[in-house]
């Protein structure tokens, strides 16, 4: 069995950081791609971000420059660091976790972001 929970969402003012925080149970974490999701009121779930096994990132074209994933496999964690934040990005964020044809989802932390 694998669980997520995601932490470090809260509300900030455009312009302001946060760093979004998953800890992932489990011995096998290192063999897991991670991935950043979000979805806004009214909109459709996005991919964030993406970190591969060896490190590789992908970003969606709205945060590239902005956020940062990262991974501790020593940890079990992952990390979407952002900054330069923006009303857009308000969104529920959930970390999810994929190999093979397995996919393992948290249950999602809020980030809100005023003007």
């Known amino acids: 069995q694998v669980t997520l929970v995601e932490s470090g969402g809260g509300t900030v003012q455009t312009g302001g950081s946060l760093e979004l925080s998953c800890t992932v149970s489990g011995r096998t974490f290192r063999y897991f791609a991670m991935n950043w999701f979000r979805r806004a009121p009214g909109k459709q779930r996005e991919e964030v971000a993406s970190i591969r096994t060896l490190g590789t990132t992908e970003y969606a074209d709205s945060v590239k420059g902005r956020f940062t994933i990262s991974r501790d496999n020593a940890k079990n964690m992952v990390y979407l660091q952002m900054v330069n934040l923006k009303p857009d990005d308000t969104a529920v964020y959930y970390c999810?976790?994929?190999?093979?044809?397995?996919?393992?989802w948290g249950q999602g932390t809020q980030v809100t972001v005023s003007s």
């Open positions: 999810a976790a994929h190999r093979g044809p397995n996919n393992y």
